[in-house]
């Protein structure tokens, strides 16, 4: 009985010796002013870049009704091809309807999907990079090079995009 106690106990104690040890890593800082300042980032989650996949798919597969499911009622939207912020009423269609009514369809290829938080903060953010080509109803395309960052409120739902963009290398 002794022994299979003693190797019992060794076994256990074999376990625990192996068992990984996560922590969470913080690279970057924050350098703008506010309660950011000097805050570093860490990855985020899988389940964030999930979701801005299945909101980024929607836009170009022109499914205006799954990107409104997927967005709190209000969307701040940084646009890459104007200056300044929006607030567009997430509630209907009408505005990403009316944003891609002149396109018969648009292809994306992505570079990237990286979901982070900020340090000591509820935040979520998951940022992208992408080509898009637009194909126009007159026949012409236009392609261009997107950077965006969306963010995520606590229920799940994108809250706000900024984008930014330029013409591919020709």
Request: charged fraction near 30%; proline fraction near 3%; include cysteine.
């Amino acid at each position: 009985m002794k022994k299979i106690f003693s190797i019992f106990i060794i076994l256990i104690i074999s376990i625990s010796c192996n068992t990984p040890i996560e922590y969470e890593k913080i690279g970057g800082e924050w350098l703008r002013e506010g309660a950011r300042l000097g805050k570093g980032y860490m990855i985020g989650d899988q389940k964030d870049s999930d979701l801005v996949k299945k909101f980024l798919d929607a836009y170009e597969n022109m499914d205006a009704q799954l990107m409104v499911d997927l967005s709190a009622d209000t969307v701040k939207f940084h646009p890459a091809d104007i200056g300044g912020v929006f607030d567009v009423d997430m509630t209907n269609t009408d505005f990403i309807v009316e944003r891609q009514s002149d396109w018969d369809s648009i292809s994306r290829d992505y570079i990237f999907i990286m979901p982070i938080n900020l340090e000591d903060s509820d935040g979520r953010i998951v940022t992208t990079a992408f080509s898009e080509t637009r194909y126009i109803k007159d026949g012409s395309t236009e392609t261009n090079i997107f950077y965006e960052r969306l963010s995520i409120n606590e229920q799940d739902q994108i809250d706000r995009v900024v984008q930014y963009s330029r013409p591919p290398n020709e």
